[in-house]
């Protein structure tokens, strides 16, 4: 018989999780497209730093 360890998230916590993220990436983008490389360098040592 199968089992399942993990069980997927219902539609409405989904719903918000994905506009939080499309939130998050719309400002990214809107502060690349404004500073430029100093936004790209930001960003860089933000997230692989």
């Avoid at 409405?12 to 999780?17: C, F, H, Q, S, V």
């Avoid at 430029?36 to 692989?48: I, L, N, P, Q, T």
């Amino acid at each position: 018989m199968a089992q399942f360890l993990k069980h997927g998230i219902d539609a409405d916590t989904k719903m918000k999780t994905d506009q939080k993220i499309r939130a998050i990436v719309e400002e990214i983008i809107a502060e690349l497209e404004a500073r430029g490389d100093e936004a790209v360098r930001h960003y860089s040592k933000k997230f692989d730093d």
